[in-house]
């Protein structure tokens, strides 16, 4: 029976609900409600769910030696000679061998580290992201394209040894309430605050049943004492707990073993000259979607990117209407674009700073930004629950057009909770984007993928970067084949040579719009 562990469900139709999503019950401590799903669409979460699967790794005990799990100290990677031997030039692909150690220096024999891997130049403003191989063996190989003339120097980083991505692992199986939120109820001067979460854990409280009729997205709140469910009036972040072993602590130390460059066993750069080849002929291997040269990110495929200052991007949006959905990554994006645009000005919804909905208008050029960030699980300050929608019913309510451009941003609040409902977040978001391109082929729809943060202790138990490069898989696999554009802030934030953050630098930034505004105008640019 449907929500079988709640002890009184009088308060909602629960039967209501039955057919839009199934219970799993598998997980140790905790229960969550899924969105149903097809059997075509299951059959497809199964593909990408093997396709981003991490390599088994011996789980952690009680009485693990910590001397016996990753140093990177220890560790080290080597340039391999180029295959036939002879110069490096744009055009070739570079190879570098990493292998890892324990504090004793013996090499590992296990893989399930987790790496990544640049090229750079830090005086030509120069980058490009590698693709790490593990051969599950304690040795793994990191591979480039190498795409301009001039010095490049490897940086190869341990963000989490295998030890530690045990922990994450255990951490998204038996602990999936860590982060929790508050709902707040009122009727007339009568307040109560309860916990709400995806998944909340067994309980003999009454419990009220949110979950979105259209979209079947799950959600729950404790029942407060005094009040009914109809009451709640407001979300919030609630807050977080750590529940790692004693033992645990010393596998998330920042500077020891998490987010630490390794050394080369010789020199970590090399000289490469100009060749036939250029970088849009390359075969390599590994083909990244693009590279930064002089801080300018530059395209591998087929489009070439513009710079747009802020007259041509006047020019590019002029008569345009651009809604924006998602998290704080691409409220970045309203706010740059806010700065940008002299004629642009905020209207004042009455919306917090860090909540939403948000709109700007450009009366003279009829240029029109609205933000409104995604329906929960969200971190995010108090918000009103008539504004907190799910994007999928959002999207459902736009005309759409050749004036009309969409940005999408779902990925930082998810890495917390299985992988599975994330996917089944996306697969509800690109049914409301088919059923949008069907009536609107016009619209023009940009999808920001996730980014490299390197978050330190304890934030990286919720926002590991290891969280989030299943969930950046995860939606290419949704949305691949569908006329949407990409941005990948992945790479363009691996590649850069300015720090990890959850919210980019503004060179990042402005990287990113041009890159938005080269599909929105491909041939309006100054």
């Known amino acids: 029976m449907l929500l079988q562990w ?188 309860t916990v709400c979460n995806v998944c909340l854990r067994p309980t003999t409280q009454p419990v009220c049943n949110y979950t979105d009729v259209r979209t079947g997205e799950p959600w729950f709140c404790l029942k407060p004492k005094n009040l009914s469910c109809d009451t709640r009036i407001e979300h919030s972040k609630g807050g977080y707990s750590h529940p790692i072993r004693p033992q645990e602590y010393k596998l998330f130390k920042h500077n020891l073993n998490m987010n630490v460059p390794l050394l080369s066993t010789d020199s970590s750069s090399l000289n490469l000259f100009p060749d036939q080849l250029t970088a849009e002929s390359t075969s390599v291997q590994f083909k990244p979607t693009g590279f930064y040269y002089k801080g300018v990110w530059q395209s591998l495929g087929n489009i070439k990117f513009h710079q747009f200052d802020n007259e041509s991007i006047v ?76 994007i999928a019913n959002e999207l459902d309510t736009i005309r759409g057009g050749s004036n009309t451009v969409i940005f999408l941003s779902v990925w930082a609040h998810f890495g917390n909770f299985p992988i599975q409902i994330y996917i089944r977040r996306l697969m509800s978001i690109r049914s409301a984007v088919k059923r949008l391109l069907t009536r609107a082929p016009e619209t023009l729809v940009v999808i920001r993928s996730g980014n490299l943060q390197s978050a330190a202790f304890p934030v990286t138990l919720t926002n590991s970067d290891w969280y989030s490069q299943p969930c950046d898989k995860a939606l290419r696999a949704v949305f691949e084949g569908m006329d949407v554009i990409l941005v990948d802030a992945w790479e363009m934030v691996l590649a850069h040579h300015l720090p990890h953050l959850l919210h980019p630098q503004p060179a990042i930034i402005k990287n990113m719009v041009d890159v938005l505004l080269s599909y929105t105008c491909p041939q309006k640019h100054k």
């Open 6 to 193: 709640f002890n009184d469900y009088s308060q909602v139709q629960v039967n209501a609900y039955a057919n839009i999503f199934h219970h799993i019950p598998s997980f140790k401590q905790s229960i969550c409600a899924f969105r149903s799903i097809s059997p075509e669409e299951a059959c497809e979460e199964d593909n990408i769910l093997q396709s981003i699967a991490w390599p088994k790794i011996p789980s952690i005990t009680s009485n693990f030696r910590f001397k016996n799990t990753s140093d990177p100290s220890c560790s080290e990677f080597t340039i391999l000679p180029k295959v036939g031997g002879g110069q490096w030039y744009i055009g070739d692909q570079l190879e570098v061998s990493i292998i890892i150690r324990d504090y004793y220096c013996h090499p590992k024999t296990s893989g399930g580290d987790f790496l990544v891997a640049s090229l750079k130049n830090r005086d030509l403003q120069a980058g490009v992201s590698g693709q790490v191989v593990d051969h599950l063996n304690g040795s793994y190989t990191a591979v480039f394209p190498l795409v301009w003339k001039g010095q490049a120097q490897v940086e190869v980083i341990l963000v989490h040894p295998s030890e530690a991505v045990t922990v994450l692992q255990r951490l998204n199986t038996e602990h999936l309430d860590r982060v929790y939120f508050n709902g707040t109820f009122r009727s007339g001067s009568v307040t109560e605050t």
């Open 315 to 390: 020019q590019c949006l002029k008569g345009k209407v651009i809604h924006m959905y998602g998290d704080s990554t691409i409220r970045q994006w309203f706010g740059y674009l806010n700065n940008a645009i002299p004629g642009l000005k905020e209207f004042n919804l009455h919306a917090s700073k860090k909540t939403s909905p948000f709109m700007s208008l450009d009366y003279k050029n009829n240029i029109q930004v609205t933000f409104r960030c995604h329906g929960p699980p969200i971190r995010i300050r108090t918000i009103p629950i008539s504004e907190l929608r799910y």
